[in-house]
């Protein structure tokens, strides 16, 4: 089982960029997935989640408007897509997937926000 992240760099404040999450090993098309983020020193907090034939979207307050998550199925890819970044925004970005009591993580990616 792969979960493989990419997409993330460095960004100056207000730009966008979009993170890719390839996945393989699983049936991806049975996996709810989703988008966390972990800052040093903080918990692992939630950023974007989406259903297993992608109906349902759900983000956290601070992303609602800027942040988009969709997937592909049949490329067994899920993105995010961030746009209007802040300096709050850096840190790693983790890839998620779940379905009922099976789950897995990506190795994450950094995305930096600076001028």
């Known amino acids: 089982v792969q979960l493989v992240e990419s997409g993330g760099g460095l960004v100056q404040p207000g730009g966008s960029l979009r993170l890719s999450c390839a996945a393989s090993g699983f049936t991806f098309s049975s996996y709810a997935m989703s988008w966390y983020r972990q800052a040093p020193g903080k918990e692992r907090e939630l950023v974007a989640s989406i259903t297993s034939a992608g109906g349902s979207t759900n983000y956290a307050e601070s992303m609602k408007g800027r942040f988009t998550i969709s997937r592909d199925n049949a490329k067994n890819t899920v993105y995010l897509q961030m746009n209007s970044l802040k300096p709050e925004d850096t840190t790693v970005y983790y890839c998620?997937?779940?379905?009922?009591?099976?789950?897995?993580w990506g190795q994450g990616t950094q995305v930096t926000v600076s001028s």
């Open positions: 998620y997937a779940q379905h009922v009591i099976s789950y897995y």
